[in-house]
């Protein structure tokens, strides 16, 4: 088996591939006061859980936005798996070509959702994700990447809302009934829901506007997705969780 991780600033993505198939998934903290110990205790348990163990890794493949993390984690994959993991930079192979100005700062997140997209649903596709911050990617038809957008993160701008205005509550973000709130929590759900889906809309319409490809799929993937694109008055042609675990896949293919 497989283990593919995809570290992000809020959440740990771990997925078990064996064989061709991702056969069960978890997601952990990213909590950076854990040491490498901690950690390979939390992945002992959650294998042990489905029946495996430290020695059925055969490899192990990383995507990280964390540098803080990549260390510790590392450090635990060499320590309790003996293999040396294989991290995703524009540098290895990937399958699709990135045409960025400077590929070494396209984060390894959008590298593996722009790998999965493609050869999953093909191109001309964009991809959002909806994660700490929601990043847009353009992959066209021949698998090139040619840049996107970076916006904030659905609950990055609720936490700035609350910790900018103090009377303002933290609030759940659910869908309101209606986009005229009748509380000041209504209010908020409203603004941010409604707010960030005209934003995600927006940014879409100008891509495809601005590529020329009409019949791009949209891609939605990341914590959020579904409560924004649920609602999108761009209809998103897939809603996708795994992803960023689906592009792990295919690298580690092509680089093992």
């Not at 990213?30 to 901690?38: G, I, M, Q, R, V």
């Not at 911050?133 to 021949?142: H, V």
């Not at 409604?194 to 927006?202: A, E, I, R």
């Not at 996708?240 to 680089?255: T, V």
Request: charge should be neutral; hydrophobic fraction near 40%; aromatic fraction near 8%.
């Amino acid at each position: 088996m497989v283990l593919l991780l995809d570290i992000g600033n809020t959440n740990i993505k771990i997925g078990v591939l064996e064989g061709s198939r991702i056969v069960t998934t978890w997601r952990i903290a990213s909590d950076h006061n854990k040491t490498a110990d901690e950690f390979g205790m939390v992945f002992m348990d959650l294998m042990s859980s489905k029946g495996y163990s430290f020695d059925d890794v055969e490899g192990i493949i990383i995507s990280s936005v964390a540098p803080a993390l990549n260390y510790t984690i590392e450090h635990m994959c060499r320590y309790y798996t003996h293999k040396k993991p294989i991290m995703v930079t524009s540098r290895i192979k990937l399958g699709v070509n990135i045409r960025y100005s400077v590929p070494e700062e396209l984060g390894a997140d959008r590298i593996v959702n722009a790998v999965a997209a493609y050869y999953e649903y093909g191109g001309p596709c964009i991809t959002v994700d909806f994660g700490s911050a929601t990043t847009f990617g353009y992959i066209d038809a021949d698998g090139n990447f040619l840049g996107g957008a970076i916006a904030p993160g659905i609950k990055s701008s609720a936490e700035a809302l609350t910790n900018t205005a103090a009377k303002l509550p933290r609030i759940e973000l659910v869908r309101p009934g209606s986009i005229i709130g009748k509380t000041t929590v209504q209010n908020m759900q409203a603004g941010i829901i409604y707010g960030f889906q005209g934003l995600v809309d927006g940014i879409i319409t100008e891509m495809i506007s601005e590529a020329g490809a009409p019949d791009v799929k949209v891609i939605a993937t990341g914590g959020m997705s579904e409560l924004v694109a649920q609602g999108s008055r761009r209809q998103f042609d897939i809603v996708d969780r795994a992803l960023s675990l689906k592009g792990l896949k295919k690298i580690y293919e092509l680089n093992k």
